[in-house]
């Protein structure tokens, strides 16, 4: 229930700029390299190992864990972030 509410209050006045929608790609750039890299580090494992290894290295705890602080110590940070998350929920649930 918080975070949503987070994000609708934090982003309900945003202009998206080019400069927002840059850190949807770094965060697919990132968390595609998280997954080769889980890839490659479990090579010699069984399958089942290794794509449990690379769903669990795709992506990042940002709305539950991330957010809540930011918002307390720096809310200008909040849509920078929130931006970033789209971009990890992609990698998260596809």
């Given at each position: 229930?918080?975070?949503?509410a ?52 795709s ?36």
């Open positions: 229930m918080t975070l949503p987070a994000i609708i209050v934090n982003l309900s006045d945003l202009h998206i700029q080019n400069q927002l929608v840059l850190f949807i790609i770094i965060a697919l750039i990132w968390s595609i390299f998280q997954v080769l890299l889980a890839y490659f580090t479990t090579f010699k494992q069984e399958n089942k190992q290794k794509a449990t290894m690379m769903y669990l290295g992506g990042f705890n940002i709305g539950n864990f991330l957010l809540p602080f930011i918002q307390n110590i720096q809310p200008t940070f909040v849509p920078m972030i929130s931006m970033f998350d789209i971009g990890n929920s992609v990698m998260l649930t596809g």
